[in-house]
């Protein structure tokens, strides 16, 4: 006997039907939102970079003119450089110190949650302070780093922020420190999942840590690896505000990268298209890490 205000299945299937309209309503304003903010300057974005466009007369379409001059603009090679000094410093420097405070952290010690915070805090300041922060740092008469070699007695001091060999390293070294306590964050979650029995086994096996590490802890840890270093790859890419703030690009635009450069030709230069196609030709790049951080995403889900 049916139970009185119980919902028979045919009725709750014929309520579903006439409902079944509903979660689309919902969804329907954030995915207009979406194409109209995102998807919709993205494929003009793709159309301004084959005109020659000054911002302010209407677009004359040139064709690949602007990826012809781009791939013939010795800036555009070292910014591209550049960019690549910043993925290798990323993917090494912030994970290999990250994992090691993330391994040592992970334990019962004192201080350990002041000692997170502490190193988790620079993230959550804005890259504008921060640039601004460690170019007071740089700065060639009255800053921490030349005040602390004067002390100790280097008299001929670096201009860290106005030599084109130092520039670049100075802006990575800045955005390293900001960016070494987001690492640390997500492999300590990660290691929230490791079974500590597989970690108990291993020392009954006679392992020392370093192969307990290496054979049972490291592989484990592999998901948020994958994570950890696209995650560092794209940021290392969209490199801007340090940049910006730090040294426009310069000196003579020796620390310049691709978000700097297209920001100064779009905006100062006034050249939209020109600024239009470096944003493509960097978003292409992007792309392709995106596309393996999301290949291996649905992988890993598919296999469990």
């Given at each position: ?27 329907a ?43 013939d ?8 450089g ?38 988790y805090?620079p ?6 302070v ?14 921490l ?6 002390a100790?007695g ?49 020392q009954?096996?006679?392992?020392n ?10 592989p ?18 969209r490199?801007?505000d ?59 889900e598919?296999?469990?």
């Amino acid at each position: 006997m049916a139970t009185k205000g119980a919902i028979r299945p045919g009725r709750w299937r014929q309520s579903g039907g006439k409902t079944a309209w509903i979660p689309y309503l919902f969804l329907a304003a954030p995915l207009a939102l979406f194409l109209m903010w995102v998807i919709g300057p993205m494929i003009y974005s793709f159309y301004l970079s084959l005109t020659n466009w000054d911002g302010v007369s209407a677009p004359a379409f040139i064709g690949l003119r602007n990826y012809v001059r781009l791939f013939d603009d010795k800036i555009f090679w070292i910014a591209i450089g550049n960019n690549a000094k910043w993925v290798i410093s990323f993917i090494t420097l912030p994970v290999v110190i990250g994992l090691a405070l993330a391994m040592v952290l992970n334990r019962d010690i004192p201080g350990a949650k002041a000692i997170k915070s502490a190193f988790y805090s620079p993230y959550i300041i804005a890259p504008v302070v921060i640039g601004l922060i460690w170019g007071w740092m740089y700065q060639p008469a009255t800053g921490l780093f030349n005040s602390v070699l004067n002390a100790v007695g280097v008299e001929k001091t670096p201009g860290w922020l106005s030599d084109p060999r130092l520039a670049t390293w100075c802006i990575i070294a800045a955005a390293i420190w900001r960016q070494v306590g987001y690492v640390m964050t997500l492999y300590l979650a990660g290691l929230q999942g490791v079974d500590p029995s597989l970690i108990d086994a291993s020392q009954v096996d006679g392992c020392n840590f370093w192969q307990t590490f290496r054979n049972v802890i490291l592989p484990l840890l592999s998901p948020v690896t994958v994570v950890v270093v696209v995650i560092s790859i794209i940021d290392s890419l969209r490199s801007f505000d340090l940049v910006f703030v730090m040294t426009r690009g310069g000196p003579a635009n020796s620390s310049s990268v691709l978000a700097n450069m297209m920001y100064i030709e779009a905006f100062n230069n006034y050249k939209m298209g020109y600024g239009a196609a470096i944003a493509v030709v960097l978003f292409l790049i992007t792309a392709v890490f995106i596309f393996i951080y999301l290949w291996q995403t649905l992988r890993t889900e598919l296999e469990y």
